[in-house]
């Protein structure tokens, strides 16, 4: 059965495992090698499973424990041609597989599609599991494109980030131009702009999301949550009957895993 273990989220890092107990991927490994690991033995995967890791882009945040960890596994990374060439200096010695269109990883079938951060040729990804089920990732995004809609809509679990609260972030302690960063189209997702688009996504076929990147300074689990909620129950759906909504913590430390 198709399962997701989201290892890490935030600003401190990010990485989920995708795939089976036996087989699958890392999509970003924001932490340590050893943090990793150690989150894959408590999930119950063994590290040995994985057959590549998929990259979305080149921020410290979701790679900064991929050279270790690739040389140790032997992985190959997959990322744009773009953000593999940003890679190539950090990254010797490792495998670096530049990302043209549709791929097989792990007995899986993974569709990159483009997203839009202040880096060189950030992706989403898009992956059909073994066992017929569909996943979708899109995180670090200054705004929901036409190309992002459409590969998230109909996946059967999606994780969209939802990354700030618009009225903690204008009056909170970051400097301007941070702030202005953040808002802009090549920024980061709000409560707001990601909760506009849930109704569609649960229209489409979705039956889970996960809400992710969550800001510790300008969000909390609650206010995303509940963001989410409101704009799903207007749209008259219901809470646990026509879709499970939850938000990614900083650190899986209980190895949560969902099957889908």
Excluded at 17 to 23: E, Q
Aim: aromatic letters at 6%; hydrophobic letters at 35%.
């Amino acid at each position: 059965m198709a399962r997701l273990c989201p290892l890490f989220s935030g600003s401190s890092g990010n990485s989920y495992y995708i795939g089976s107990r036996s087989a699958g991927v890392l999509l970003d490994i924001g932490r340590s090698a050893r943090q990793t690991e150690q989150m894959l033995l408590r999930c119950g995967i063994d590290p040995l499973a994985l057959g590549g890791i998929l990259i979305t882009h080149e921020h410290t945040d979701h790679i900064s424990g991929a050279k270790v960890f690739a040389k140790k596994y032997h992985l190959p990374v997959f990322a744009s041609k773009g953000t593999c060439e940003a890679l190539r200096p950090g990254l010797d010695g490792v495998q670096l597989c530049p990302v043209q269109g549709e791929l097989e990883l792990a007995g899986m079938t993974v569709h990159p599609f483009h997203t839009s951060h202040d880096c060189v040729d950030p992706l989403g990804f898009r992956i059909d599991t073994q066992d017929g089920r569909c996943f979708a990732l899109a995180t670090d995004l200054g705004y929901l494109s036409e190309e992002v809609k459409q590969n998230l809509l109909g996946a059967d679990l999606v994780v969209l980030e939802s990354n700030h609260d618009l009225e903690r972030l204008r009056c909170g302690s970051y400097p301007y131009y941070l702030k202005r960063r953040i808002l802009s189209s090549t920024g980061h997702l709000s409560n707001d702009a990601c909760s506009a688009f849930l109704p569609s996504l649960i229209e489409s076929g979705t039956k889970r999301v996960l809400l992710a990147h969550l800001s510790r300074e300008n969000n909390t689990p609650l206010l995303a949550y509940n963001s989410a909620l409101s704009a799903l129950s207007a749209a008259g759906y219901t809470n646990e009957v026509d879709f499970l909504l939850d938000t990614v913590k900083p650190e899986n430390e209980e190895g949560k895993t969902i099957v889908f």
